[in-house]
């Protein structure tokens, strides 16, 4: 996933060193409340689709959304603008939420055809409470880490069909899906924190990708082990992830 706020092609696009007092350090979010921010995003993002479309491409064909995701860190703005929304929506997501929607809501007129993207993730993961999810705006949620650094159980299903720590991550993603049909997912079958733990979670993957598609999602991102993690038949989930998502159809025989 590209990322074109302040920073181009990343996945987490806020993370800057300019919103550091222009030192090079990576771990704080911006001030998602501050008005120069807003400006910032709204500029980078409409100069990359400017140069997009001056490269003849069209928006909605070759590029669909913009991603201006938190990033990957919880060092989260403590003024009290911010604190004011964190309270209001009784979860850290309502700031970011807030400024994607202000993005799509000032080029949805220009550029009707692109979404907005950002995370629910970690510190982002619950949903707000009052701020409602803008109909161009894209939640992608990650069934990862949650707010509290607890860490999804590879062992049994995300849909968390007897699993106690799954279906907690499973109550906010359908939390989420209450709020927004817009609904991209992170997907990460391996044992994440846990890397000296075998976990042989190709038997879980089926269910996944059967309970993400029951739930209409957008699309899917996701992330395994690879040959690093022998254990987890890394090479073999990226194969029959390949399949699922090409056809998710496929019975359990055949998988």
Request: with cysteine; charged share 20%.
């Amino acid at each position: 996933q590209s990322s074109y706020g302040p920073i181009e092609h990343a996945c987490h696009g806020l993370q800057n060193y300019r919103w550091n007092n222009g030192e090079s350090h990576q771990y704080f979010q911006p001030c998602f409340t501050d008005e120069s921010v807003f400006e910032a995003v709204y500029d980078s993002v409409t100069r990359y689709i400017n140069s997009r479309i001056a490269g003849g491409e069209t928006p909605g064909v070759e590029f669909k959304d913009i991603d201006i995701a938190m990033g990957d860190n919880d060092i989260f703005c403590m003024c009290r603008n911010c604190q004011k929304v964190y309270k209001e929506d009784g979860a850290v997501s309502g700031v970011t939420i807030r400024l994607a929607n202000r993005v799509a809501e000032a080029i949805t007129d220009k550029y009707p055809e692109i979404y907005v993207t950002l995370l629910a993730y970690t510190t982002t993961y619950m949903p707000p409470k009052v701020t409602p999810v803008n109909d161009r705006v894209m939640v992608s949620f990650c069934f990862y880490i949650d707010n509290d650094n607890s860490t999804l159980c590879s062992n049994h299903p995300i849909s968390g069909e007897g699993c106690p720590t799954n279906r907690k991550f499973a109550e906010v993603f359908e939390k989420w899906h209450s709020l927004t049909d817009n609904l991209y997912v992170w997907y990460y079958p391996f044992t994440g924190y846990y890397f000296m733990n075998s976990s042989p979670n190709v038997f879980e993957i089926y269910d996944d990708i059967k309970y993400l598609t029951d739930n209409n999602i957008y699309g899917i991102f996701s992330l395994v082990g690879g040959d690093t993690l022998p254990d987890e038949f890394g090479l073999l989930s990226y194969h029959l992830l390949a399949e699922m998502t090409w056809d998710t159809d496929i019975t359990r025989e055949r998988y």
